[in-house]
């Protein structure tokens, strides 16, 4: 138990001063830096909450201004997703304020604490909206204006905020730069796509927009409506309704759709345009946004694509998409709004994924670049040959079981949707067309086309065409969850006779691995669409032929690498460090006291004024001087805690001196001195790996000198250990006895010059010591010096030709052992009669006479001789029982011990 | 004759070559046991793999295992996979222990023996003595990393073949190619283990008790991790020790990410400069009294 808590006290730094203040301004600095690390940032912007004009309506709006701006600043109009408010763009907003634009966010009509109806980007409602809101920013005055009423404003938004950018551009000229979002191009080609009603996504929306009644649009009080509506306008909600039912928008609801999209306005979008659309997206795929840039360029306008990996199922997407993307964002806005900036070249870039991040097990994509847009049919194509027969597939009535390709609006993981995992099929209600695996890997990039006949006993079929890539171990994956959903009508009820029809699939990126094949899987369900009620067995064949649209690119530098010039920078800092240290330490080395003190040079040992404290202010020992000189074993003697094994660890350059100095033949010795390899010492009793016999020990000491093997003198030493065969067996096996006598061989290795020894005779038995003594004695003889560490009067006495005794730090005696250890001038007495043996001695004229205890007396005799007192005492009648001679150094040794050597501490 | 410097054939930097603390440490049972479950650790997996029975999941459950479940998935496809599995598994918490007992232990149970009063009393400067601890406990280090990644590979490639590596999200990686990705994952790793090198090795500077430097480091280790994984840490989470931990995994995509493991390499060292620097400092300092 003490042993533990000693060890704990050992292990634990002990606290005082010293070391307090360096450890509590370690623990300010690290908490200051914590602090800052999360100390909310100064805003580099103000804003302000407003209610702004719409057409009828009136809008919920936050104006952003930047905080240091010059001047009149360029706007953006960031606009918000569907079900969103001015909240949802808040950091996009935040961020553009940043670069220094005014940014003016608002809750479109129908959502939020914005009042009026939802009309789907409607250019009479939403639009119209947004046009009163250009208004309103050419009357701010921190505001640039191209002319007067007309801002230098930008439109950014994605989905049915980038809607709204497009169709703004294109109702109002004032726009001077537009970048859309993930956003469609013909809402009606979105929403049913092949003729086949989305009637997830759709579903979904229309829920977010019903959602809205209740979600505080009830509070603003005015559109208590049709609880079947929400806050869709009349038009909008019957549409759906219409749409929903019957799975086939009629003639109204086409013509509703077709108000809504910017298809119908592409041709007079002056504004140059930005195009981002995301490549993990079933709602708005890549094919809207290319639609889109086609539309736009062809009316002359500027028009830049780029695809990220995400969208409306796979979200923002990785790091390096959002950074790409946002990057792209700034230079337009910077180029065509500031006027900053080279133009943004028509370089095209898009993503893929590369593998898993490290960090959060989601996905990575590297970025790629290619001098322009390609559209979705790639640069090149690769075709595929797929094998198979005229299969049936059944309809299931209702759609129901129906396979699973994607999970719209669950925003599931990326890697989910891109490594397979959600995809499923039902069975019976699919067939298979598949290749021979691949022979070299394929960059597909756009929208695969496939043929395929189908044959149906009603004429009509409806279809889910699917491109899987499958692995060698057979997990196959559904890019994206993409499927290419297509309605047939007029089809022969026999599949010969069927004429082939050409199906677009949904573009994706993706390499698809040398050794994987791919499947098509045609499908007659799928969860996100609407098929048809009533059963029915169709046949589908699939042509041979599935061509891959591909796509070369060259990567895009990533970022990142300048972490592995800062780790270069870090590593020559550390190296360059290391250097200066050395050279350092090398000028430290040369410069320090080399010179030998002459008077000293022949002295073994010379110890001046040593003194020891510890750090919690201790002192274990002062003023300690005393000389060995050669020939001479000298003992240490004191009791325990008197400061011997302080005085030989500093001896020995394991403990720096608080003051004082040391000389080893005339070199001053300092810790680790060189001198030292002329001392061989114990110290604090043996230390020998345990897992070693005693001779590997031996060797192993002596291979750390680095000394010539022949200098060690191994037979003398082991003699000296006299352990016998013992010898080769391991250390952890040897009694207190053994470790102590190899200990003292070790010490002897090389015959050193001088030979510390602590305690050497601790645990021996009665004839090593003797034989110990001798050895010691012997050792001496040639010149060489001896310094040994007792508490016991007896050993110094015998084996030491001087002593240095010392009791709490002290030295209270030293010189020749015959000098210290002859006889003192008192006696101690034991008397019948102490009064009267007292009396008679007082008038012998003795030097003083002391009583101790109850019948012993000690008495200086100061000349006197024995035999006289003893004769006067016994004439006086007086009982002699003892009379002991007294030595001075048992004087000196045993009124200290007697007198305390408790207390004094561990020294 | 008494004015030289030191004894006849005493140089300070010929004391405890290199060659001397190899010996010392590789007569030790720690140090064999620790190299040898290196190399019994893949056999171990390998008889795991054999014997463990029953098929593993292979209905693609997607998100749930990630990278990791796919990884064991695989490691049954080629030796290079397999090597890499061995590697993923150890890489948290076995490596960590050995290279925490080879740092940990090298000083701190020489003084708990007593035999470094020993060894300074040669004299071995100090200095030199902590430098060549420091350089025979990174040898060990790397043997115990290279045994690990040799013996997994040489069983792996014996008993699943010589197949690329692959990966369940990029493209499978040539055999060649493989090796070298293997290389640098198990480089990567052993550059982030040289913050529990430079702890571990402190702490044994620090104490006697070589059980609480190897403990110690581990401890710290662990809590890093622990703390990583709270998101509400936000940024601070970065300067973690153990933030980059998995960026090796950066290896395993095509083209490479390295950004991660920059980063993480970076950290790793600082952290090593910062505690190998504080135990120089303290050790050619301190008073010695064990």
Redesign the interface.
Known sequence: MSALSA?LR??L?RLNRRRVIPAAAALAVLAAA?VW??RPAADAWTSEDLRLAGDGVELDARFYLPADRDGKVPAVLVAHGFGGTKDSVRSDAESLAEQGYAVLTYTARGFGRSTGQIHLDSPDHEVKDASLLLDWLATRPEVTTDAAGDPRVAVVGGSYGGALALLLAGQDQRVDAIVPQITWNDLGQSLVPGGVFKKSWAGYFFGNGAATLTLGGSGRGQEQGDPACGRFAEDVCKAYLQMATTGVPDETTTALLRESSPATVLDKIKAPTLLIQGAVDSLFPLSEADANAKGIAAAGTPVKVAWFTGGHDGGEGPGTDSDRVKYLTLQWLEHYLKGEGETPGDAFTWSR???????D?D??T?GYSADAYPGISGTGTTDVTLTGAAQPIANPPNGNPGAISSLPGIG??L??L?????AMDIPGQHANWESAPLTG?IDVAGAPTVSLRAASPTGEATLFVKLYDVDP?G?STLSAGLVAPIRLTGLPADVTQAQPVTVTLPAIVR?I???HTVRITVATSDQAFLSPATPAVYTVAVESTLTLPTLAGT?IA????V??Y??AG??GV?VLGLIVLLLI?RVLHRRRD?T?VGEH??TPLVVKGLRKA?GDGFVAVQEISFTVQRGQVVGLLGPNGAGKTTTL?VL?????PTAGEIYV???RLV?????????G?L??????????SGY?NLK??W??????WE?ARFEEALEIAGLGESVHRKTRKYSHGMRQRLAIA?AML?L?ELLVLDEPTDGLDPPQIAEMRRVLQRYATDGRAVLVSSHLLAEVEQTCTHAVVVNKGRIVASGPVNDIVGDSPSVQLDVSDVPAATRVLEELGVKSVQTEGESSLIVDMNGTARSEVVASLVTAGIGVDRLVPRRRLEDAFLSLVGDNSRGSGDR | MSTVEAAAGYKASRTLPIWAEVRRQASRRRTQLALGFMALLPVIVLLAFEFGGGRRDDDNDGGGGGAFSSMADLATSGGLNFALFGLAVSASFLLVVVVALFFGDTVASEASWGSLRYLLAVPVPRARLLGVKLIVAAGYSVLALLTLVGTGLLIGTLRYGWSPLGSTIAAEIPAGEGVLRLLGITAYLGTTLLVVAGLAFLLSVLTDAALGAVGGAVLLFIMSSILDQIDALGDIRSALPTHYADAWMGLLSTPVQTEDMAKGAISAVIYATIFWGAAFYRFTRKDVTS
């Open positions: 060890g050992r292990a730094p914590a690390a999360v994924v590369a593998g898993f991040s490290a960090m097990r996905l990575v590297n599931g993981r890697s989910s891109l490594s397979g995992g959600v890997s171990n997990t390499e691995e040398a050794g990567p990533d970022p990142g690498s972490w592995w800062a780790l870090v590593l550390i330490r080399v030998v040079a022949d510890y660890r020995m350059g394991l403990t720096q033949f005339g070199h810790s680790g001195a060189p001198i030292l390899s002329r001392v010492a110290v604090e009793g043996p230390g020998f790996l345990p897992h070693l590997e192993a000491y291979l750390a000198t680095g000394r010539p200098d070790q090389g050193p």
